[in-house]
């Protein structure tokens, strides 16, 4: 499970910021990359890393504006292009009028696609998907136009089989121990019980990653954010421009740290970074934020982080 | 009277060439920069020129294929952010469907723009624009979609009055001058009758410029590129490959080249590239079309050409 920013501007493109989309690559884990949000200009910066367009199964959007959504078109068609008819449908959650963007782009274009695509326009709060091995929840932000943040949450992975110890008490291989694995009690052949449970290593907890859209200081941000182990926050305004984030419906760097700190989370990125900042300005949010949340990182475009795995 | 070239890539943006979008800068002459077709990245692109996004009074589209337009909305978006309320209304011409486009993605988005949009879709063929200085041109192409064609005519330049041959020859400045500028024939204070036509420098002749979409060869393109000064002219496929094109709708470098020579232009710029051919390769195109026509070159992203005046 690893992030890559692909997109960690506000509003417009700058120079060394595109606008926003992140990539949680879950390539080792279920071998799909997730997107959330697709600014224009997406598809460019994907040239430029190891993703493959075939393997974004699903796109998240977190709200409509143009510098989250207008590179949508452009990356389903090129991904089209890509290795032909095998792609399986891909998923694009998001607020509703998603699917008329893409739908009404599409046709204008004449573009047909090689691979289906199914939209969930959000209507909604809570459990979005329900995967497997992932599961998402979804709920609003406060925006000045529909805005929602998304948590992504890894099952618990099963404490591994310890083999040898079942080896060296003279417990044969077999299906038994699938059944031991499972966490079964077993009958063996000679008559002993014994507890799966007992031979379990440690559970691995879930890793969890909250990605918010744009937004205003709000309730459910806790909820979405709590013992996260990444926070990925907007900060598109600086220290002293609390009344101004307000009035513009975003947040300023130390209310990102405040809210990480008070939901615990582990590691918090700053991104969605106005071009008033820039070199050292931008490291000040980064410094500023620190004093309040130790585990602040500033977010550019093409960071990477590998999510690790916390202790239970 | 300059052409920067902004993308010269086919379908999808690629590392060294971006999605379509040709810039006219018409600068020294009407303040204005004119753009053809917006294809994703476009507003990118134009971070890294001198252009400035307030001064594009008109916007050209070819034709509505992704890689000709899905940079509109991103572009027209931020060009909102520049510098408020002066700027006058932005002009889009382009085939049925671009409206309903850039509307839909500006009511999505719900962006509001700090200037008005006028929307000309393409019905009919011939004078599209006819300003004071430049007239447009508008012809049909043959591709898989409708798509246009257009030529840009520079008005000619009337000749310099030649002011120090009337000072030699004692006629006194003043509003007769003007008259003689003119062309007119004036009667002077001594009874002299003198022709302005005896005293004007030669004409210069306006220039032309024509900018074709994606096309097979049709014979509309004849009429768009004859005597032009430049002629930009798609070149998707190679030498061997004609029935390639006829068949994706598109041109050989060496079809270019032939129409350039036939339709007598001065400078044949090759573009929209794809991107097998790169390097060593699409220099080839240059170098096999320069044997049909000498005045050949290959188009890559933010090549400029100043468009010379040619002699009458
Ligand atoms: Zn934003
Ligand atoms: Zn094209």
């Not at 996260?228 to 990102?256: C, K, P, W």
């Not at 918090?268 to 130790?294: C, M, N, P």
Request: glycine letters at 8%; a neutral charge.
């Amino acid at each position: 499970m690893e992030i890559e920013f692909l997109g960690t501007g506000a509003g417009s493109p700058a120079k060394s910021r595109n606008v926003t989309s992140i990539a949680l690559k879950l390539l080792e884990e279920i071998n799909e990359v997730w997107l959330f949000d697709v600014g224009e200009g997406t598809q460019h910066q994907i040239l430029k890393t190891s993703i493959r367009p075939r393997k974004v199964t699903r796109i998240f959007i977190t709200h409509l504006h143009g510098d989250h959504l207008f590179g949508l078109p452009g990356f389903l068609s090129s991904r089209s292009f890509q290795g032909a008819q095998q792609m399986g449908t891909l998923i694009i959650y998001g607020p509703k009028g998603v699917k008329d963007f893409v739908q009404l782009s599409l046709r204008v274009s004449q573009t047909k696609l090689t691979y289906k695509i199914k939209y969930i326009e959000i209507e909604k709060t809570g459990l979005l998907v329900n995967e497997a091995q992932f599961r998402v929840y979804v709920d609003r932000l406060d925006h000045r136009i529909e805005c929602f943040g998304y948590r992504v949450v890894e099952n618990d992975y099963a404490g591994e089989l310890q083999v040898e110890r079942l080896k060296e008490e003279h417990i044969p291989a077999g299906p038994i121990y699938g059944r031991l694995k499972a966490g079964e009690k077993v009958e063996l052949p000679d008559g002993r019980v014994i507890d799966g449970q007992d031979y379990l290593g440690e559970k691995k907890r879930g890793r969890i990653v909250t990605i918010l859209g744009d937004t205003r200081q709000a309730p459910s941000i806790l909820g979405l954010a709590q013992n996260a182990d990444v926070l990925i926050h907007e900060s598109t305004f600086g220290r002293d421009e609390a009344q101004l984030a307000f009035n513009y419906h975003h947040s300023t760097n130390m209310q990102a740290a405040k809210i990480a700190k008070q939901a615990e989370v582990k590691q918090l990125f700053l991104t969605h970074i106005s071009a008033r900042y820039v070199g050292v300005k931008a490291l000040q949010l980064e410094k500023d934020a620190h004093k309040v949340f130790e585990n602040t990182k500033l977010a550019n475009d093409f960071d990477t982080y590998m999510v690790p795995f916390s202790h239970k």
